[in-house]
């Protein structure tokens, strides 16, 4: 199997930063794309930034320009840097891979990670 171990969540005043890291293991071929998702009680779940193994990033247009996205692919890792939060920016946020096993390397999954909870106090 896959798992997804998240960390970096917290408590941070308005205008503050985190970093959060999403570190994959298990038998893995490769991972060709690792995202970030969050969600707010009574919301949906929403996508806020991806990038490929080719290091493609997109970031939507609520957190551009602050939230930036990256990736180790040595290291099966993906991190946001979250700077200028606001308190709409808290929520639980999920890192999702789409991940190629070994067992099966024609064949992509999709793993989620546990969920580390942001909270932004204004």
């Known amino acids: 199997q896959v798992q997804l171990v998240e960390s970096g969540g917290g408590l941070v005043q308005a205008g503050g930063s985190l970093r959060l890291s999403c570190a994959a293991s298990?038998?893995?071929?490769?991972?060709?794309?690792m995202a970030w998702y969050r969600q707010a009680p009574g919301k949906q779940r929403e996508l806020v930034a991806s990038?490929?193994?080719?290091?493609?990033?997109n970031v939507v247009d609520a957190v551009k320009g602050r939230f930036t996205i990256s990736r180790d692919n040595a290291k099966n890792t993906v991190y946001l840097q979250m700077n200028g939060l606001k308190p709409e920016d808290t929520s639980v946020y999920y890192c999702?891979?789409?991940?190629?096993?070994?067992?099966?390397?024609?064949?992509?999954?999709?793993?989620w990670g546990q969920g580390t909870q942001v909270t932004v106090s204004s």
């Open positions: 298990g038998s893995i071929f490769s991972i060709n794309v």
């Open positions: 990038v490929t193994s080719g290091g493609m990033t």
């Open positions: 999702k891979a789409i991940v190629r096993p070994k067992e099966s390397p024609p064949n992509t999954y999709q793993y």
